[in-house]
Every structure is written in structure tokens, then in C-alpha cells.
């Protein structure tokens, strides 16, 4: 057994899944196991909530997940044991051999011994790694518990480390999905004005070929008075200079023109070796339909499903009479359900409704 060089393929492992599975496979292959599965778990009521297979058959994981996680009376006997120490069951004592668990499931699918380390614990979540051992194989010892513990120190550490990074690129996710959800362009630069992030709306602005495009090589193309405009701003170390509220408009051939508002980055901590956001551009493009979401204007005031349809087309930039033809109703009853929505949602006239909408939860749905 090489252990260092599964200890490089843990570390590896942090940004490479292949290294990754390489790794917990070193692992298993270091006391002769047959798999290793790592799973997270409610300890309340036994639910896996995550579990990742390491040469252990899908299905066979997928049944104890679906079934036998709720009739595994081991985990009673692990559960007390802390975190960072392997176990095996003859050190446990679990009466095991005389149970449905192990007649019906354990031997059948061929892994009637494991070998279980707990690597973090708390009320709502529990994860663990559990090697699994064939019947040819046999009983888990002391000297593998050993080996496993040779390795644990490294095998904590990088899984902590994956989990974090893990962690910040789903708030990263999460974060994008927000602001794909907004209704303006976002357009991050750095200071070479190279684009390193980009929102829906801001996407789609860049492909429609006006004064801000996408170069091949990935900077933002813009009007060469901007240019000038940020280099001057850059060296002054402020959006403001030479503009009072660092505001720009882009012209744009038989459409009103993009309003774009300029906004400097302020540096919290430099980056090793990535580059840094110089600018965030936020872009306001006055010829992009909102679409507004009927059913969340439903639930947000109260309304009835046609009212709610006159409303969301009021704000989506529809005149009355647009709105009949599009219900296939008269303009009497679109006026008639426009007042009944008026009065649900206590607004008096058009405008109000409208700007009710617009910064309302629909409008973004």
C-alpha cells in the first residue's frame, strides 16, 4: 500500500473527482474492501439525504437508501462512537448475524462486514464512510482499523476542504440564479475590461450586436468614450470623475437607447492569481418586455385568474383594448375586472397598479 501516494490523490481530489474516486478506492483497496460508500444521514428518522458510491453496485445502494436505512439497527449501536474513529463490528458487538438485515439484504448482495468512521456529526445531519467487506473477504480487524487510521487525518482534511469549496459554488450558483432572475443587465469587468461575469439579461444584450458586444477575445467592446471615460476614472481611483452619477447611454439604430450605470469594484482582498472585478456595469435596456407572472400576482393580492391576466398584460406595456383582443373579451369586461383588481389591491388608477407589479415578487417568478 502506497499511502502517500493516496494522500496526494485526497488533496488532488479537493477540485479533481476522478482523483477523488481514486483516492477512496486507495483506501478501500488498503484493507482489502470490496467498496466504499459515503453518505450523509438524519439521525432523527435514518433518511439518507446523500450518498456517493465508490465501486459498491447502484442498485444495491439504492435499495438500502429506499428501505433498509430505516431498518438498520446498527447505526443505533455506531451512532454514540465520535467522529475520527473506524470501528468494525466485532468491536462494536452487534447481534447482526440473526436479523432480517443480514439474511435478507446484507448476504444476498455479498457485503455482510463494514468497517464505518464518522467524519462530522450534529442533530440534523451525520456523515460517515462506511467500507464494505464481501464474505470471502471477512471480518474487519484491528489492523486495519489501523491502517484506516494512518490515513484519517488527510482523509478529514481534504473532505472539509471539498465540502467548502463545494459549498461556495453553490452559493455562487444560487447567487447567479438571483441575478438571472433580475430584470437589467449585469456586466462584471476587470480592470483590462475583460468580462468575467455576465447575468441572463446582460447575455443577451451582448448578442444583440448594439455598442456593448463581446469580443473574441472576452472584453467588452464598448464606445471608445467610455474608454477613455474608465481610464480616466481608473486612474483617479473613482467612477465619478467627469460624470456625476457614472452614467452612460449606448445608441442603438431605430431603438431607444441602453442606459448603463458604471459602479467600481472595491477590492476586500486581492487574488493570488485570478483576475480582479474592476467594474460593474448594471444595463437598462427600455425596449426589453417585463413578463410578469400571473399566478404569483394571484397569490401576491388576492386576485381571480382573469383579473390577474388584464393585470400582468397592463404591466408587460399593453393598452386596454390590446388586452381584450388578446383575452378574446370585450373592453367593457377588461375594464370591469382592471377595477375589481384596483380594489383587491388598493390601488386607484393604472400607474399605481403598474408600479405595484413591477416591484412586486411577479415580476421576477
Not at 262 to 271: A, D, H, T
Not at 303 to 323: C, K, M, T, Y
Amino acid at each position: 500500500m502506497d499511502v502517500s501516494k493516496i494522500i496526494d490523490d485526497l488533496y488532488e481530489g479537493t477540485l479533481d473527482p476522478v482523483a477523488w474516486d481514486r483516492a477512496i478506492l486507495g483506501i478501500a483497496d488498503s484493507v482489502r474492501a470490496a467498496g466504499a460508500i459515503l453518505f450523509a444521514f438524519n439521525p432523527s428518522n435514518g433518511a439518507v439525504l446523500r450518498e456517493e458510491n465508490h465501486r459498491v453496485d447502484p442498485q444495491v445502494v439504492a435499495d438500502y437508501a429506499r428501505y433498509w436505512t430505516f431498518e438498520d439497527f446498527r447505526l443505533g449501536y455506531f451512532l454514540p462512537i465520535p467522529t475520527g474513529q473506524p470501528m468494525t463490528e466485532d468491536s462494536l458487538a452487534i447481534p447482526l448475524k440473526g436479523s432480517r438485515l443480514y439474511h435478507e439484504f446484507l448476504l444476498p448482495v455479498d457485503s455482510p462486514h463494514f468497517m464505518p468512521v464518522w467524519l462530522s456529526k450534529s442533530e440534523e445531519k451525520v456523515v460517515g464512510l462506511s467500507l464494505q467487506g464481501s464474505h470471502k473477504r471477512g471480518a474487519f480487524g484491528t489492523q486495519d482499523v489501523e491502517t484506516v487510521r494512518r490515513i484519517l487525518p488527510h482523509f478529514a482534511r481534504a473532505f472539509e476542504i471539498r465540502d467548502r469549496l463545494e459549498a461556495a459554488e453553490v452559493r455562487a450558483a444560487n447567487f447567479g440564479n438571483l441575478l438571472d432572475a433580475t430584470t437589467f443587465g449585469v456586466i462584471v469587468v476587470n480592470a483590462r475590461n475583460k468580462i468575467l461575469e455576465v447575468n441572463a439579461v446582460a447575455s443577451a444584450i451582448l448578442s444583440e450586436g448594439c455598442g456593448l458586444q463581446r469580443g473574441k477575445d472576452g472584453v467588452l467592446t464598448m464606445p471608445h468614450s467610455w474608454t477613455d471615460w474608465l481610464s480616466r476614472c481608473r486612474g483617479a481611483g473613482a467612477a465619478s470623475q467627469g460624470a456625476a452619477d457614472a452614467l452612460m447611454h449606448v445608441s442603438r439604430d431605430g431603438q431607444l437607447p441602453l442606459s448603463v450605470l458604471v459602479l467600481p469594484v472595491r477590492e476586500l482582498r486581492v487574488s493570488w492569481m485570478s483576475s480582479e472585478p474592476g467594474w460593474v456595469l448594471l444595463v437598462f435596456d427600455p425596449e426589453r418586455k417585463l413578463t410578469v407572472s400571473r399566478d404569483v400576482i394571484m397569490r401576491d393580492l388576492d386576485l381571480s385568474v382573469r383579473e390577474a391576466h388584464v393585470a400582468a398584460l397592463l404591466a408587460a406595456g399593453l393598452q386596454l383594448e390590446q388586452i381584450a383582443r388578446r383575452m378574446h373579451i370585450s373592453v367593457h369586461t377588461a375594464r370591469t375586472q382592471l377595477k375589481s383588481a384596483f380594489h383587491k389591491s388598493g390601488c386607484h388608477t393604472q400607474a399605481q397598479l403598474v408600479k405595484r407589479l413591477l416591484l412586486g415578487p411577479g415580476v421576477i417568478a
